[in-house]
């Protein structure tokens, strides 16, 4: 079972325009564009529980209706609850500059799992019937 931790998504753009996040875990290499990232939708603009090591990609328009400017962003969920950025795009292109670097990100999990946080000594803050509990709620 994946290690999951509680993140913040960001919300690009304009709340009042389109804008989505996704856990991204495949690339389609033969689509240039947003179709090509393939996942699990998150809501954007607050916590979220995802994987730990997994690749999260924010998507939001800002301007007119008529004329929207689109952003995006990859980032990479850590274990401690942060997003380190790995790359941003704008522009029509957005999907197209973003894909060979998420391909990246994603072949970088298989070579080299992400796993859970080690033991830290914050744990004995926990009783041990709490951490019990945690793992029969995990099925450890």
Do not use: C
């Given at each position: ?19 989505w ?5 495949n690339?389609d290499?033969?689509?240039?564009s ?18 730990v ?13 008529a ?7 990859v980032?990479?969920a ?8 790995e790359q941003?795009?704008?522009g029509?292109a957005w ?14 999990q ?17 009783s ?10 995990r099925?450890?």
């Open positions: 079972m994946e290690a999951l931790v509680a993140v913040e998504v960001p919300l690009v753009g304009d709340a009042r325009h389109k804008n996040a996704k856990i991204i875990d690339v290499e033969s689509k240039s947003g179709w090509a990232f393939e996942g699990e939708f998150i809501a954007a603009g607050g916590i979220q529980d995802v994987p090591g997994s690749v999260v990609m924010v998507y939001g328009e800002k301007g007119s209706r004329n929207p400017q689109i952003e995006a962003q980032f990479v850590n274990g401690d609850g942060t997003l380190t950025p941003a795009a704008s029509r999907a197209r500059t973003l894909r060979d670097r998420v391909s990246e990100l994603l072949q970088r298989i070579e080299q799992p992400m796993t859970g946080l080690a033991w830290d000594v914050d744990l004995m803050r926990y041990d019937d709490a951490i019990i509990e945690e793992m029969r709620r099925k450890l």
